[in-house]
């Protein structure tokens, strides 16, 4: 999804998204959702 879509979505700004996935990104070792999403299903296979 885009990020215009998760803010409408989350009722959030496209920006604020954006901001949001600059943080995570670099705490996930990742580069792009592609990998974070990856990384997600990796950890929830963990579980």
């Known amino acids: 999804k885009t990020?215009?879509?998760i803010g409408e979505i989350l009722e959030?700004?496209?920006r604020t998204v954006n901001?949001?996935?600059e943080t995570v990104f670099p705490?996930?070792?990742v580069e792009n959702?592609?990998?974070a999403a990856?990384?997600?299903l990796k950890v929830l296979?963990?579980?």
């Open 3 to 5: 990020n215009r879509e």
């Open 12 to 14: 959030m700004s496209p």
């Open 19 to 21: 901001k949001h996935l």
């Open 27 to 29: 705490k996930l070792g």
């Open 33 to 35: 959702r592609t990998a």
């Open 38 to 40: 990856a990384a997600a």
């Open 45 to 47: 296979a963990s579980v």
